[in-house]
């Protein structure tokens, strides 16, 4: 049985076996940057240290606070989500309150589904009315899970050359 845990470096072996799937991608929901060392033992507990800490202080100039969550099974990491507690104009315009990601081989098992469905649980526990989840236009599979959620879309908006799916979902 999946659960939501708090980033803990006990799933090292596990987070580099999923980032090894990725194979480059983006990960959506990880909180991974280009300078983060997500390989070393020292330079992964520094990554978990600063995703933990993104719930009281931004990971980056510019960047929010940021609730993250590791999607596990046992010691198997799966994927991730990320709660962004505020919008900035970028994000209100293209990447919305939450980001989420599923390793590749553990997709088509409802894991975005429900992670998404525990993430609006958490912003209505904080008291928000109303979160903002974005997708690519071109990922059904993704647009799927804001609509099984009770995402309304609101509209596509172009951000260069990606059409991007803007969905509602109501908190009360």
């Known amino acids: 049985m999946a659960e939501l845990v708090t980033p803990d470096t006990r799933f090292h072996r596990s987070f580099l076996e999923s980032h090894a799937e ?11 940057h280009d300078d983060d060392d997500v390989l070393t033992p020292d330079g992964f507990a520094e990554f978990v240290e600063s ?3 993104a719930e009281t202080t931004p990971r980056r100039p510019g960047l929010v606070t940021d609730t993250y969550r590791w999607i596990v099974e046992g010691d ?7 709660f962004r ?3 900035t104009d970028f994000l209100r315009n293209f990447g919305g309150h939450v980001g989420y990601g599923i390793r590749p081989s553990a997709r088509g098992r409802g894991l975005a589904t429900w992670s998404l469905a525990r993430t609006v649980d958490l912003a209505r526990g904080r008291g928000y009315d109303r979160i903002l989840v974005v997708c690519h236009d071109d990922n059904p599979a993704s647009a799927r899970v804001i609509e099984k959620n009770g995402g309304v879309l609101e509209d596509l908006r172009r951000n260069g050359d990606q059409l991007l799916r803007r969905y509602w ?4």
């Not at 979902?169 to 009360?172: H, Q, R, V």
């Open 85 to 87: 507690h505020e919008l």
């Open 76 to 82: 198997e990491y799966l994927g991730s989500v990320s």
């Open 51 to 53: 995703l933990v800490a």
């Open 169 to 172: 979902i109501a908190l009360d």
């Open 22 to 32: 990725w194979e480059g991608a983006v990960q959506d929901g990880a909180g991974i």
